[in-house]
């Protein structure tokens, strides 16, 4: 089967500064992998390499069997068109860390601006499945609330549900948690582990090594732009191999 | 006793009063303010030069109020061009293609760095310059020639100083009401699929509009006045109109005083649009939409009768 997320190699540097330098991993479909690693060691970078919103400078990167940002042909690589990029991109859901919520839009509105843009998907089909998702993350009654009217836990939940409109075949989450207050962050956690429940191909940049050990599959350390290493988060958390992961995990358990 | 858990539980405390704090110094300030205004408004109706019953007579005559229809035409025009031309202008200053956003620079360093005074006269003569415009191949075959005094009418050439002008400004600040708009927006839009125009055109700027609409406002009004330049190119408009009397009847104060007292109507019409348009783009970004002057004025009502029933 292919792999959802295959990285061979993946290079990315910002002029001098080289911030992933060879990172060789795999998603399989339905997977759901936890990636940790100090601030500065590549791990959001490379989630954001993954729906192209960064380049790579080396390396091959593809999505379920097909390139991220490129087309190949023969031995000769060619630039996708904006257009080809975000039609891929449509495929992949994001979460981010600040939310992003569209802020002069209701919670609904966020959530059915993609699928009517991107889609043309009629707009009362896309209002009940908004309503739907809006239920499943917990916020039935907030639909029509403006993003500044809700907490953090509430927006990061309505990005979530927003993302998942586009029924995206791969979620990536760039340190949901991180901008909470702490009582908020188990709402957000419960809604990503009905997502993993339900089969969804994940993967999470996060520091809430609770979530890694029951909802993941896999763990990935990163430091210094590459997998240190990997293995089953239960195993990882309590037995690392590595010196600079056990050093991590001293820091942050 | 003096445990924090005792306060929930314990009786409402006394309610405070104090003699407030005395301000003598508004006292004065209202003396003197109040009499400068008396002065004021003594002089007006007591110096028989003002002469008011000129004013009320040419008010709405029919020479001031077509003046006074173009001078609305023009700054409409010349604000519709403004707005479009600039928002088009700032999207291609930010282009990635440095052909598109350099001619957008150079467009607006020529127009905005050349006296609005001048444009209008220099498109007023343009059909001096290219007294013949036409359509068809450049440098090659020309299909159709246009008489440029019929095609460009005097009218059409102050509009188009006004306008051309403005643009240059609106596009600075419909740049800075883009820059406004934090990068993680167009990330998120991007990162659901949308394409840049879409992502320009719903996500953007709808925010750019909060930042953009004040200066704006501004400019419109700004515009409202601007528009007496047109006069020097001997377009008639609310100051022309109302200089052409008083040189017809040799008083020039009272004519000035109708023109004035017409720009200030309009430009106060301007504000309470700008109000509302202002309030109108602030979803979202308050908790509270910002209470209209009615509203406030009920609000204040509402609280005297509660302080007084207290």
Not at chain 2, 29 to 45: D, E, I, P, R, Y
Not at chain 2, 213 to 230: F, Q, R, V, W
Request: hydrophobic share 45%; net charge neutral.
């Amino acid at each position: 089967m292919t792999p959802m997320v295959k990285a061979e190699s993946v290079q990315k540097s910002y002029g001098r500064l080289e911030v992933l330098r060879g990172v060789t991993l795999e998603v399989a479909a339905g997977e759901v992998m936890c990636i940790i690693g100090p601030s500065g060691s590549g791990k959001s970078t490379f989630l954001r390499c993954i729906n192209h919103l960064e380049k790579i400078n080396g390396g091959r990167l593809s999505v379920d069997g097909e390139l991220v940002g490129y087309r190949q042909q023969g031995d000769k690589l060619y630039e996708l068109r904006e257009r080809e990029v975000a039609a891929k991109r449509a495929e992949i859901g994001m979460v981010f860390q600040q939310f992003n919520l569209f802020p002069h839009m209701t919670a609904v509105q966020n959530i059915i601006e993609a699928p009517m843009r991107v889609k043309h998907e009629d707009r009362s089909e896309v209002s009940v499945r908004a309503r739907d998702l809006l239920e499943l993350v917990g916020l039935a009654d907030k639909g029509d609330a403006y993003p500044r009217q809700l907490s953090g836990g509430q927006q990061q939940r309505v990005a979530i549900a927003r993302a998942l409109a586009m029924r995206p075949k791969l979620m990536l989450f760039d340190e949901p948690t991180s901008a909470l207050d702490p009582e908020l962050v188990g709402d957000v956690l419960d809604v990503m582990r009905k997502l993993a429940l339900e089969g969804m191909t994940m993967v999470v940049v996060t520091h809430e090594m609770g979530f890694a050990r029951e909802a993941g599959d896999s763990l990935v350390f990163f430091d210094e732009g590459v997998v240190v290493e990997r293995g089953n988060p239960r195993d990882m958390i309590a037995d690392p191999q590595h010196e600079r992961t056990k050093a991590f995990l001293s820091k942050v358990l | 006793m003096v445990s924090g858990t005792e306060v929930a539980g314990s009786a409402a405390p006394e309610r405070i009063t104090a003699v407030p704090v005395r301000h003598p110094g508004r006292w004065v300030s209202v003396a003197v303010l109040a009499l400068l205004a008396a002065m004021l408004v003594h002089t007006l109706f007591s110096n028989p030069a003002w002469r008011w019953g000129l004013v009320k007579k040419y008010f709405t005559t029919g020479t001031v109020m077509h003046g006074l229809v173009a001078t609305l035409e023009l700054t409409a025009l010349a604000m519709v061009i403004g707005v479009v031309l600039g928002t088009v202008l700032a999207v291609m200053r930010l282009s990635p293609n440095p052909v598109v956003s350099g001619s957008a620079w150079s467009y607006v360093w020529f127009f905005r760095g050349t006296p609005v005074l001048v444009q209008i006269v220099f498109w007023s003569f343009i059909a001096a310059l290219y007294p013949n415009l036409s359509l068809g191949i450049p440098f090659g075959h020309e299909f159709v020639i246009f008489d440029s005094n019929k095609l460009i009418p005097l009218f059409v050439g102050v509009v188009l100083g006004l306008g051309l002008n403005e643009a240059a400004y609106m596009a600075e600040i419909v740049r800075a009401g883009i820059l406004s708009v934090e990068h993680g927006q167009t990330e998120a839009a991007s990162a659901l699929g949308m394409r840049r125009l879409d992502i320009m055109r719903r996500i953007i700027l709808p925010q750019a509009m909060r930042v953009v609409i004040p200066p704006t406002g501004n400019e419109t009004i700004s515009m409202l006045k601007t528009t007496s330049l047109a006069s020097v190119a001997s377009f008639v408009e609310l100051y022309k109109a109302t200089s052409d009397i008083s040189s017809s009847i040799f008083r020039p104060i009272p004519l000035l005083m109708v023109a004035s007292i017409w720009y200030l109507i309009f430009t106060s019409v301007l504000s309470v649009i700008q109000y509302y348009i202002e309030r109108h783009y602030a979803r979202g970004s308050s908790r509270e939409l910002p209470p209209t002057p009615m509203q406030k004025l009920r609000a204040q009502f509402v609280q005297r009768r509660d302080e007084s029933s207290a």
